[in-house]
């Protein structure tokens, strides 16, 4: 069965190429070419619908079709919900006739249901364009990088009471994974307020707010005087917090500079230079677990995932856990994997290690930094004297919505 279309509108096309470019800023859509194409065509194969451009098809699954119409009887528009009840639709359905109008694709079902589509929908949520395009973009970043980028810090008053403001500060944070607010009161409470402008926070064991010195009040390693090396935190959660805000409140000593790494743009490397590696460190799971016994306090938390973590459809990364002083034992691969395993652990370890991916923060009292727990390690120099640190962890997906919120794509 086939049914030729007339030339689909253009300027939908054009529009689907723009969402789709938006979406990729490091990849090419050249493949699509929808708008630079003379013809567009429709064909209704025998399992499902191919639209195509200068021979560059994307394929559409029947069922999955006439689950996707948005019909005021299959989809409430309103509250953007499903009203279609999916397990009703049957697995051999088929259109039964199919036509372009304006730039719509318009298919009548078996008994007489229409469905109506937009050609740029339809372009912007193909399998073949989302295995192209990026979920999220991102500028990756060494030290380099990072400093040449030159942004600048949202300010309090403004950040506060200004809109624009803080999705200036959103986009910063989302297309590099840190950002800043400057003149902060140097108080738990400002910097609660001023975390909250962006989100919701995330309680945990720590608290709501947190605030330590070097007393080692709890029976962590970041409660002591002591350097960290680079890590995410709470890798021992099955869901590690999404975004972390430090605030130094006071620090009378010497010593104490923050560190920050791009953990994606480390693995980013390791790809290129040891697609092997990578792909182990992408499979194999890993237990990281604490545990914490004091008068005060008992947890035993455990968090099991690969170190990295990508997006099936496009390989994209969207989680980095790597956190040497919380790993667990390695049980879940034979000794012979285990052995690779520690080959590719030590390719990314000398990645994230390069000293010229390494930009050091001195976090002064009025300097609140937003980290992606996702993607951007930290650590500290060893200091001394008194250091009051604050901050808090927010709910990954809050922030994002946030950004979405604004327009912003995240
Ligand atoms: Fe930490």
Same mark, same amino acid.
């Given at each position: 069965? *086939?049914?030729?279309?007339?030339?689909?509108?253009?300027?939908?096309?054009?529009?689907?190429?723009?969402?789709?470019?938006?979406? %990729?800023?490091?990849?090419?859509?050249?493949?699509?070419?929808?708008?630079?194409?003379?013809?567009?065509? +429709?064909?209704?194969?025998?399992? +499902?619908?191919?639209?195509?451009?200068?021979?560059?098809?994307? &394929? *559409?699954?029947?069922?999955?079709?006439?689950?996707?119409?948005?019909?005021?009887?299959?989809?409430?528009?309103?509250?953007?919900?499903?009203? &279609?009840?999916?397990?009703?639709?049957?697995?051999?359905?088929?259109?039964?006739?199919?036509?372009?109008?304006?730039?719509?694709?318009?298919?009548?079902?078996?008994?007489?249901?229409?469905?109506?589509?937009?050609?740029?929908?339809?372009? %912007?949520?193909?399998?073949?364009?989302?295995?192209?395009?990026?979920?999220?973009?991102?500028?990756?970043?060494?030290?380099?990088?990072?400093?040449?980028?030159?942004?600048?810090?949202?300010?309090?008053?403004?950040?506060?009471?200004?809109?624009?403001?803080?999705?200036? *500060?959103?986009?910063?944070?989302?297309?590099?994974?840190?950002?800043? =607010?400057?003149? =902060?009161?140097?108080?738990? %409470?400002?910097?609660?307020?001023?975390?909250?402008?962006?989100?919701?926070?995330?309680?945990?064991?720590?608290?709501?707010? /947190?605030?330590?010195?070097?007393?080692?009040?709890?029976?962590?390693?970041? $409660?002591?005087?002591?350097?960290?090396?680079?890590?995410?935190?709470?890798?021992?959660?099955?869901?590690?917090?999404?975004?972390?805000?430090?605030? +130094?409140?006071?620090?009378?000593?010497?010593?104490?500079?923050?560190?920050?790494?791009?953990?994606?743009?480390?693995?980013?490397?390791?790809?290129?230079?040891?697609?092997?590696?990578?792909?182990?460190? +992408?499979?194999?799971?890993?237990?990281? %677990? $604490?545990?914490?016994?004091?008068?005060?306090?008992?947890?035993?938390?455990?968090?099991?995932?690969?170190?990295?973590?990508? $997006?099936? #459809?496009?390989?994209?990364?969207?989680?980095?856990?790597?956190?040497?002083?919380?790993?667990?034992?390695?049980?879940?691969?034979?000794?012979?994997? =285990?052995?690779? #395993?520690?080959?590719?652990?030590?390719?990314?370890?000398?990645? &994230?290690?390069?000293?010229?991916?390494?930009? /050091?923060?001195?976090?002064?009292?009025?300097?609140?930094?937003?980290?992606?727990?996702?993607?951007?390690?930290?650590?500290?120099?060893?200091?001394?004297?008194?250091?009051?640190?604050?901050?808090? $962890?927010?709910?990954?997906?809050?922030?994002?919505?946030?950004?979405?919120?604004?327009?912003?794509?995240?």
């Amino acid at each position: 069965m *086939f049914s030729a279309f007339r030339r689909a509108a253009v300027p939908s096309l054009r529009q689907a190429q723009r969402l789709c470019a938006r979406t %990729e800023p490091r990849m090419s859509w050249g493949h699509m070419q929808l708008c630079s194409a003379a013809s567009v065509t +429709c064909r209704l194969l025998e399992d +499902c619908l191919e639209i195509s451009d200068a021979g560059t098809p994307m &394929l *559409f699954n029947y069922v999955w079709l006439r689950d996707h119409c948005r019909s005021a009887s299959s989809y409430n528009s309103a509250t953007h919900q499903r009203s &279609l009840d999916t397990g009703s639709i049957e697995l051999t359905v088929r259109p039964e006739s199919s036509a372009v109008e304006g730039d719509q694709l318009v298919l009548t079902w078996p008994g007489g249901h229409v469905s109506k589509y937009s050609l740029s929908w339809l372009a %912007e949520h193909s399998y073949e364009g989302r295995k192209k395009a990026a979920e999220q973009p991102r500028v990756l970043w060494n030290a380099d990088v990072y400093q040449n980028a030159s942004l600048s810090p949202a300010k309090w008053d403004t950040f506060m009471s200004c809109d624009d403001e803080l999705k200036k *500060f959103l986009q910063n944070y989302l297309l590099y994974g840190i950002a800043f =607010v400057d003149d =902060v009161p140097t108080t738990v %409470e400002a910097t609660e307020e001023v975390t909250r402008r962006v989100s919701l926070i995330r309680e945990t064991t720590y608290g709501r707010m /947190w605030s330590f010195t070097s007393d080692f009040s709890r029976g962590d390693t970041a $409660y002591s005087q002591l350097a960290l090396d680079r890590h995410t935190d709470t890798s021992y959660f099955q869901e590690p917090c999404g975004i972390q805000v430090f605030h +130094c409140l006071r620090h009378e000593g010497t010593g104490g500079r923050t560190l920050l790494v791009d953990g994606f743009h480390a693995a980013e490397k390791l790809r290129q230079r040891s697609p092997e590696s990578f792909e182990l460190m +992408c499979r194999v799971p890993v237990r990281h %677990e $604490y545990i914490e016994s004091t008068d005060n306090h008992r947890n035993h938390m455990v968090g099991i995932g690969p170190v990295l973590s990508v $997006y099936p #459809w496009n390989n994209e990364l969207y989680m980095i856990r790597y956190n040497n002083y919380d790993r667990s034992v390695i049980n879940s691969i034979p000794h012979d994997a =285990v052995r690779r #395993w520690y080959v590719a652990h030590r390719e990314l370890t000398a990645e &994230l290690r390069r000293p010229e991916n390494e930009l /050091w923060v001195k976090l002064t009292p009025g300097k609140v930094i937003f980290i992606d727990n996702w993607r951007v390690l930290h650590g500290r120099e060893a200091f001394s004297g008194l250091r009051q640190l604050c901050g808090c $962890y927010l709910t990954r997906d809050d922030v994002l919505s946030a950004a979405r919120c604004f327009g912003l794509q995240a």
